[in-house]
């Protein structure tokens, strides 16, 4: 199993816990007696994607549902439908009970005849934590991306957070994405931008605004992508990571008397110390804003495949001038968010490796080749907002396996409480 960075994960784990999450609407639960709070709570067929693989790393393509248990907060459910895609290939290998009527968003008007074999993409350019410097390396990697990952018959979006200024509705033309490429531009904070930036009570200001911009991007659509149904969906998010906190030590200064900067007044250390107090919940901060993104992610029963293009980060430029430990440290905590945002959607990160190409056949294997197993959710606890899932082969040694493991409840609106 792969494991995620244990103090990121453990923060995120207690946050999805704690905060009240969501599902697609479905059967709400009988109204409490008068006088009792009523929360109404809509629980619909709940789907989950797959991974088969064996000890040599390959697909294993003839499991059946015999094969399969699901558990929900440790409670069996019965899989009422199991799907197999492979090679492009649909095939149902137990139907699923009728569909509701769902509004959906509007797909593209042209695609392809086989439509359900296709996956869906979305590509985010977290342009606001790419470097400058690094925008030929950028560009070189999505056209990766679009030669090694997008395929035809795949519908994909794109959309960036920052001045590149992407925002392309789900299509099937790869040209489009090849155009793209080309106004793709890193425009990321530098380390000496973060240090000589302004402070707010909770940290640098300008670290927590782009880092709320880039997840209120992804959060949308991600929303978006909950109201597709039956289609593989996998998001690419292409970007740095997330610290609330960089290089700490190089913000506070180096006065030895007040820990501010040289050249302040006693007052002016006293309000920066003030600041730094603030900023001692940075990652518990983090945790939460992780744990809403993989909550929707998990709702929409889409996998985040995180990307990092700086790959190997040997140290910092020469003109930062930073303390190569407290760079280090910086390093390891962006990546750590990457890795936090995969592996709690079932996807994986592709952090500290200059091989992409490596790192993209295995995104576009596990996204090509996969089990969609459906259930009717019988959980004893109606009111239990986050749900476990566990998937487990029966007398299969040697073959393992990969899925999301939660999703939570989506609270109904209050209108609808009435």
């Not at 670290?207 to 880039?214: G, L, P």
């Not at 609270?411 to 409480?417: G, I, K, M, N």
Request: hydrophobic share 35%; proline share 6%; net charge neutral.
């Amino acid at each position: 199993m792969r494991k995620t960075p244990l103090r990121l994960a453990g923060m995120v784990a207690l946050a999805c816990t704690t905060a009240l999450g969501a599902q697609a609407p479905g059967q709400a639960p009988q109204p409490a007696p008068s006088g009792q709070p009523q929360f109404r709570v809509a629980i619909d067929y709940v789907t989950t994607d797959v991974i088969a693989r064996n000890n040599q790393d390959q697909f294993v393509a003839d499991l059946t549902k015999a094969d399969f248990e699901i558990f929900e907060d440790g409670v069996k459910q019965e899989i009422t439908s199991l799907t197999l895609v492979h090679g492009g290939r649909v095939h149902n290998l137990a139907a699923p009970p009728p569909p509701t009527a769902q509004e959906g968003i509007i797909l593209p008007p042209s695609r392809p005849r086989n439509d359900t074999a296709g996956r869906i993409f979305l590509i985010i350019v977290d342009d606001l934590h790419l470097d400058f410097r690094n925008t030929g390396r950028i560009r070189d990697l999505f056209k990766k991306i679009s030669k090694t990952l997008v395929h035809e018959g795949d519908m994909f979006s794109i959309v960036s957070t920052g001045p590149s200024s992407l925002a392309i509705d789900p299509t099937y033309d790869r040209k489009i994405l090849d155009e793209a490429i080309k106004k793709i531009t890193g425009n990321g904070l530098k380390p000496s931008d973060v240090i000589q930036g302004a402070e707010g009570s909770d940290g640098p200001s300008e670290v927590r605004y782009r880092a709320h911009v880039a997840f209120s991007t992804a959060y949308d659509m991600l929303s978006q992508m909950e109201k597709i149904n039956n289609r593989r969906k996998a998001v690419i998010w292409v970007s740095n990571g997330y610290d609330f906190n960089p290089f700490s030590e190089s913000r506070l200064g180096e006065d030895p008397v007040f820990g501010g900067r040289f050249g302040q007044t006693r007052e002016e250390g006293r309000q920066q110390q003030d600041q730094f107090k603030g900023s001692q919940f940075a990652d518990a901060d983090l945790a939460r804003e992780l744990a809403e993104i993989t909550r929707t992610a998990n709702r929409a029963n889409a996998t985040l495949y995180t990307i990092d293009p700086r790959g190997l980060v040997a140290g910092s430029d020469l003109d930062e001038q930073l303390d190569p430990v407290e760079f280090g440290e910086y390093v390891r905590k962006t990546q750590d968010s990457l890795r936090v945002l995969a592996e709690e959607t079932g996807g994986i990160a592709v952090v500290n490796q200059n091989n992409f190409d490596k790192g993209l056949k295995r995104i576009d294997a596990e996204t090509s080749d996969y089990y969609m197993l459906g259930y009717s959710s019988t959980n004893p606890d109606p009111l239990k907002r986050t749900r476990r899932i566990e998937v487990k082969l029966v007398n299969k040694p040697g073959v393992n396996v990969w899925s999301r493991t939660s999703y939570s409840l989506r609270q109904l609106p209050a209108a609808t409480q009435k």
